[in-house]
């Protein structure tokens, strides 16, 4: 019995700790920012640090009314809406702000074109978490950066435990296999 339990014990901790390895994006260098595939010029760099700059600076930002407060009708007001469901406003002011006038919308599947979707993540990409019960992607958000298979994100309409229907602008981290798509909108 007790051969058993040090045998999980083990494995528990290779599985684990296999999240704690080296980085395949070291934080801090601009390997977090670019891959072979996707956008490696500095231009591209120093766009993805400023949509995450940005999106930064609105943690904490949070609701006063259901989908309402000042700053949130600010983001549902650059895609034309008022009191929605506001995780892809949040996404879509970011890259406005960032000076991309693309995205614009406050349906989180419309995050991801096909010409958009990217396979690897890298920070300042945006990410969609699909839900069964929708049948859709119903929520989005920015990858801050990524630390082998865990990404950290910055989120709109979320909350500490990672609702899609939250009272505000919280950080995550989220495993890369319950992201459904990833979209590049910094690449040309």
């Known amino acids: 019995m007790g051969a058993v339990k040090i045998l999980l014990g083990i494995v528990c901790f290779v599985v684990v700790g296999r999240s704690w ?3 395949r994006n070291i934080i801090g260098d601009d390997s977090t920012y670019q891959n072979k595939n996707y956008g490696g010029d500095h231009v591209a760099v120093q766009n993805r640090k400023n949509i995450i700059a940005i999106a930064k600076k609105e943690i904490g930002v949070q609701e006063s009314m259901e989908n309402s407060s000042p700053r949130i009708d600010e983001y549902n007001a650059y895609v034309g809406f008022k009191k929605v469901a506001w995780c892809a406003s949040f996404v879509s002011w970011c890259h406005w702000q960032a000076g991309y006038p693309q995205p614009k919308t406050a349906w989180s599947p419309a995050l991801f074109p096909a010409k958009r979707l990217a396979k690897n993540p890298m920070a300042g990409m945006v990410f969609g978490i699909y839900f069964n019960d929708l049948k859709r992607i119903g929520h ?9 298979d865990w990404i950290f994100s910055i989120e709109g309409n979320t909350s500490l435990t990672g609702s899609r229907e939250g009272t505000g602008v919280y950080r995550r981290m989220r495993h890369v296999r319950s992201i459904h798509h990833f979209a590049d909108w910094v690449k040309k």
């Open 140 to 148: 989005a958000g920015i990858v801050e950066k990524v630390r082998n």
């Open 21 to 23: 390895g080296i980085d």
